[in-house]
């Protein structure tokens, strides 16, 4: 695949202290395979769905252990210049941005509000090989208490373009160029108040209802759904080890888009 625009969602990868119970997990709900450990890189492990590359595991650095954690990372051309953008409109760097051999420059943030994500630069690792299909990433959403603050950071960072869905409340969808690439929603008090912010990563399924059957037979939480929209039928999971995601079946969905407008 082509390196992503600026901006555009381009890899994500979780720490776990159980990665060998992280894979077993995410290859029977996901369909992955999993390539050979790189000890160079802190033992960093990719998964594969039919072959290309789709996501990454890894076990903690000592004394990093804790609560499992997608990171959505969002592809720079320049990961220094983004970083500056990031400071300079309120967010935390968590990790300067650091070369990964001849992969590409890798950086950690925050947005003001919390939410953690990435940046990749890409060398020779370019993200994802495949998207919208089983097993591949599909969608992400910033899920935060403080909207507005994401609301102002996100564009400013990338360029995104805020726009509303009609009839949808404390929902907004970021336009780049012509594409939505991320959605934001906002955490009401349904959510348990030690929940962080995060990126929710949705995963395309092949059938929604057993991807959530074999997580929950496997030790997985079902947290919403499945319920169908006009996108897809969907769910939320926290996998055994506490991360977050949603699945998704693309092929199945119900009802007419709504309309878009910008936001104000």
Not at 54 to 69: I, L, W
Request: charged share 25%; aromatic share 12%.
């Amino acid at each position: 695949m082509a390196v992503p625009p600026e901006g555009a969602p381009c890899w994500a990868d979780a720490m776990f202290n159980d990665i060998e119970g992280a894979k077993s997990f995410y290859a029977d709900v996901l369909g992955w395979t999993f390539g050979g450990t790189s000890s160079e890189f802190g033992d960093y492990t990719e998964a594969y769905a039919d072959g290309r590359p789709v996501a990454a595991v890894v076990p903690p650095m000592p004394g990093q252990e804790g609560t499992s954690q997608w990171c959505l990372y969002f592809a720079a051309r320049d990961a220094a210049a983004t970083a500056a953008r990031i400071r300079d409109n309120g967010g935390e760097l968590l990790m300067e941005p650091m070369r990964v051999g001849d992969l590409g420059t890798m950086c950690l943030a925050r947005d003001p509000g919390g939410v953690l994500f990435g940046l990749w630069q890409a060398g020779t690792h370019e993200g994802f090989g495949a998207v919208a299909e089983p097993g591949a990433y599909c969608w992400a959403e910033v899920f935060t208490r403080e909207p507005e603050k994401s609301d102002a950071f996100f564009p400013a960072v990338f360029s995104y373009r805020p726009r509303r869905l009609e009839g949808v409340e404390d929902f907004r969808v970021y336009d780049l160029g012509e594409r939505s690439v991320l959605g934001r929603m906002r955490m009401t008090d349904d959510f348990p108040p030690e929940m962080p912010p995060y990126i929710n990563v949705y995963f395309a399924v092949g059938d929604c209802d057993e991807a959530v059957a074999r997580a929950t037979a496997r030790g997985g939480l079902l947290r919403f759904g499945p319920m169908d929209t006009p996108f897809g039928r969907f769910a939320g999971i926290s996998d055994p080890q506490g991360a977050h995601f949603s699945v998704i079946d693309i092929t199945k969905p119900v009802g007419d888009v709504p309309r878009t407008t910008d936001a104000d």
